[in-house]
């Protein structure tokens, strides 16, 4: 087998045993992303030079047997998480030329790991978007289908690791950016609970919303690098306070005696053939290895896209009130007034999504409107909330499809904003109530990658980690991989 | 719910963007459609509802008042567009 065909356990066995070092191992992901990104576009930045520095300490490190379990594996940082003396775009002309002066905590929880950056993954601007078309570098290419998208706003991330270019890599997730490319290139990807993983450092779309976490070939891999990110940091305000359960010693709880419940609103009109009988044929395999299995409803989620279409425009249009063209980021030449300053270093900025989320959100908080929107959303927002309390008092998790259907074509929805919104219907109620979701492999339609959601409640990662490992012992679509990247 | 391209111009006066004329219509236009979507809550019966601003029943936490963070005064000036002698430039806006 090939180094990129191994998994993070493998990949930490070789080195420590010495038969390939870190610096051997990132020279070769960095040989692979020469080689194919071009047909990708799933790095903004490929940081070389760092990384070997880091593979050469990670050697040093292994040599003196002072490693982690990650230490001397490579990675990909979504390009929303600061990298000290790194250009941290977020996919934006507005962040362009700006070098973060400090790093994200998971930066430097991953860093004090031994990992090895490669480079910073191309993502939609300020991470809206559910294709990767909005990015300001370009939209990246599903390696399943160059002709197709990879999902979004973490598209470059999954490009990056779906292709081999990467061994797993960062994401984020405020709305299903996390699970939906992942189900869209064949990987396994996991949105903590709301708290659970530090935003200090991650370029801030919708407060209340926002959480990072993983994508991966296997819920394996994804265990290990999620343990190593989470975790209580006072730099955060909103970070919870409250240990990181043990997730790589969950993966071998066994799923007998496992409640799943199946919400009958997800499997209702909408929800293509192809993927439901993927769907349902894993649900099958859930049986078989002991799970039971049993209806629930979340009646207020056909609400979820509305709902999430008010609160995280008017967080993102709070929070997008920093880029003023004064103190980093982007500014307008020729201006002599300080308001035209602010309008045209947005204007030029900004680009066309990011400005239609910027005047929602202004609108819907503005004087006259906020109850009928703002206030009517979060109320909403508790409905939702209560739904999946109500469903956690009868079942452990629940599963659903991640999106309605296989990737799409690149073009097929840019010019129908409300079209691309509906590609989240199913991954966006998790965000709106904070609990941890994921999505992994369970099937190919026509050839192309189908994914399935699985729902945890609160703090309930390791659960559900552990049903996804074992359905990973039992079934093989994981460890697919495209074609024309071996 | 339909937004007009005058009340298009007045959002994207509040937000600080400005917008090339052409720009406008289409804005509306979609502006309106993702309006259209939205009202969809309007069919949610919520009386009695408490809004709910967060996911996790928390509090703000408390700190000792004490300076925590150092002076980095140069490394975040060494990023702005322009600065002269420690200070932010922007364009007179006092005549």
Redesign the interface.
Known sequence: MSLHELSLRELGEGLRAKKFSSRELTQHYLGRIGQHDKALNSFITVTAERALAQADAADARLAAGAATPLTGIPLAQKDIFCTSGVRTSCGSKMLDK??A?YDATIVQKLDGAGMVMLGKANMDEFAMGSSNETSYYGPVKNPWDVERVPGGSSGGSVAAVAAGLAPIATATDTGGSIRQPAALTNLTGIKPT??RVSRYGMIAFAS?LDQAGVVAHSAEDAAVVLQAMSGFD?RD??S??RPVDDYVGALNSPIRGLRIGLPKEYFAEGLDPGARACIEAAIKVFEGLGASVREVSLP?S??S???Y??VAPAEA?SNL?RF????????AEG??????????S???G?GAEV??R???????L?HGYYD??Y?????????I?DDFRRAFAEVDLILGPTAQSVAFKLGAKTD???AM?LNDIYTIAAN????PAMSLPCGFHQDLPVGMQLMGNFFDEGRMLGAAHQYQQATDFHQRRPKGFE | MSLSPEQVKQVAHLARLSLPPEKVEPYARQLSNILDMVSQLSSAGTDGVPPMAHPLEMVQRLRPDVVSEENRRDAFQAIAPAVENGVYLVPRVIE
């Open positions: 700006f070098i002066p709301y708290g209340s006072p305000s909103t919870v306070e207020s056909p609400l896209v509305p709902t279409y008010v249009s009130a003023d063209g004064v103190r980093y980021g982007h500014r201006v002599h007034t300080l308001e035209e300053l602010y309008k045209r947005r204007g030029e900004f400005q239609r910027i005047m929602i959100g202004t609108y819907v503005s009928a929107y206030l009517k959303a979060q109320k909403v927002r508790r409905l909330y129908d904003p409300v919104y709106l109530a904070g609990i």
